[in-house]
Structures are given as structure tokens and as C-alpha cells.
């Protein structure tokens, strides 16, 4: 196969504009991204985040600003995946639903040429399952999961699912490494690895928290200074926004079959109040 010069990366959100922007940026000539959401409003946002960040990246001297003008001109914005037909390959990285998930790669299967690889972002969700979704089609699909922030973090775990080719994983770890990432298999369990090992951490934060084991601001400050973390596992969770957390605890309890990965009460509470973490401004903390 031809090497890829295109993709249609369909969600505009935080992973979905990472995404785009990490194929702009990739080494040598790039790739061109179509980046595709239903929310004209949710393009514009994705678009002030790859001006900023393009920006930032030229003021820090990461990059000229001739390259970044590059990189910009190399992402268009669309709300009807027709618009991005010629892409030869597709990453989905829509809320995690599934069956939104499902319509997205039924709609991708109908659009995108017969050879193009159906990737999907997501963190969680069984990718022989949305395999099923497209019928023969299952074995051009594949995980490809990046972490956020996407044109940062070097690690895309790369999931195959039942029906998933040789030649599909083949071409999934070359292209995340002409990305500059480093891709690392994992087995199409729910939660794959990192989310299996991470969010139950989160979720014992929460439950410490509510039973009064410490404050929110001592739990991470603990965790930090005698772990070693990078930042506390609640203040992660704001960052990653709590509606996603308990979007994946659910995911592995529905597909793990045990009630140990259910969110704790804690967590669920606060997203039902809206304080859904930094997008919202509230979550554990406020911003």
C-alpha cells in the first residue's frame, strides 16, 4: 500500500483535534487532515486550539513560523464526512458510545474507499465489537489509541480485534511511528491496559474521599510527593473530564463483567451536578 497523505479524523473534541494536528505536524511533509465533526461550533473550537497551540509552539521556538503556517494549511474542517472522501485512512474518536460509535464507522464504511483503515480512538469500547458493525469491512478496523495531550504523549496503544488483518496492524504501527509515536499492542479487552490499570486508581481516589480518608487537595499532594506522580489522580480525572471516567468505568464493569469497576457514588454525583472538570471550569476543583 501507497503511503498515507490523508486522514479523516471524525470528532473534533479534545482527542479528535489532537489528532488532526499531530498528523499535520508529523515529520517530513506531513499529513493532511480532514477533521470532521457534526458541530460547526465544535470545529471552530478545534480550530482556535491548533492556531494556539501552533503558536505557542513558534514562541517557544519549538518550530518557525513558516513550518507552523504549514502545518495549519494542512488541516481542513468539515461537517459532512463526504468533504474528506479521498482520505485514505480514518481514525474515529467520538464521545464514547456505542452506539454512536457504531453509526460513525457505518457511515465511514460507506463513504471512504474500500482499502482505507477504520480506526477508532476509543479509550475503552470492544474493537471487535465495532468491527461487527461494519461487516466485512471488520477487518480494516482497529484501536488506535492516543493519549491526551495528542501532539505531546509518545504512546498509542494499538488494539487488534477478532477480525483485524495482519496487513491492517501492519500499517497501523507504521503509521503511528512515522507520527513519531511509539505504538504498544494490547488485547481487545475492555479498558485495554492503560485505562484497566488507571481508572480503578482514580475511582479509589474518589472513594477515599468520600469516606473521609483525606481531602481532595492531600490525596493528590500524597500521591504526588510519595508516588511519584506527575499530578494527583483527581486532578487527572478533571483533566480528563469526569463524564469520560465514569463513561469507562461503566464500560469495564458492563465488559468485565464485576461491580469493582463501578464509579464510586463520589464521582458520579459531581457529574450529575454538571462539574465535570478543566472544560467545565468545576470538577474535584475549580479553574
Not at 105 to 122: R, S, Y
Not at 142 to 161: A, D, Q, R, T, Y
Amino acid at each position: 500500500m501507497s503511503e498515507v497523505r490523508s486522514i479523516a479524523v471524525v470528532g473534533a473534541g479534545t482527542m479528535g483535534s489532537g489528532i488532526a494536528l499531530a498528523a499535520a505536524l508529523t515529520p517530513g511533509d506531513g499529513i493532511r487532515a480532514y477533521q470532521v465533526d457534526v458541530s460547526s461550533d465544535q470545529l471552530e473550537r478545534a480550530r482556535a486550539y491548533h492556531a494556539k497551540t501552533l503558536t505557542r509552539n513558534v514562541d517557544k521556538g519549538r518550530m518557525t513560523r513558516q513550518a507552523a503556517d504549514a502545518a495549519a494549511a494542512r488541516i481542513s474542517y468539515h461537517t459532512d464526512l463526504a468533504d474528506a472522501a479521498e482520505a485514505d485512512w480514518a481514525v474515529e474518536a467520538v464521545l464514547e458510545d456505542l452506539d454512536l460509535k457504531k453509526s460513525v464507522f457505518g457511515t465511514m464504511k460507506e463513504i471512504l474507499g474500500p482499502d482505507v483503515v477504520l480506526a477508532t480512538n476509543t479509550s475503552s469500547i470492544s474493537v471487535s465489537t465495532l468491527g461487527e458493525a461494519v461487516g466485512d469491512a471488520a477487518g480494516r478496523v482497529i484501536g488506535m489509541h492516543f493519549f491526551n495531550p495528542v501532539p505531546v504523549m509518545k504512546l498509542v496503544e494499538v488494539i487488534k480485534g477478532k477480525a483485524t488483518s495482519e496487513e491492517t496492524t501492519r500499517r497501523t504501527l507504521a503509521l503511528a511511528e512515522r507520527m513519531g509515536k511509539t505504538p504498544v499492542p494490547a488485547n481487545d479487552r475492555a479498558g485495554f491496559v492503560s485505562n484497566r490499570v488507571l481508572m480503578p486508581l482514580i475511582n479509589e481516589a474518589f472513594h477515599a474521599w468520600m469516606d473521609g480518608v483525606a481531602e481532595p487537595q492531600h490525596i493528590d499532594r500524597i500521591m504526588v510527593l510519595g508516588c511519584n506522580f506527575p499530578m494527583g489522580p483527581l486532578r487527572l480525572a478533571d483533566y480528563i473530564g469526569l463524564d469520560v471516567c465514569v463513561n469507562i468505568m461503566n464500560v469495564m464493569r458492563d465488559g468485565l463483567g464485576s461491580d469493582k469497576y463501578a464509579p464510586c457514588p463520589k464521582l458520579i454525583e459531581l457529574v450529575e451536578q454538571g462539574r465535570l472538570g478543566d472544560k467545565t471550569g468545576r470538577g474535584v476543583f475549580e479553574y
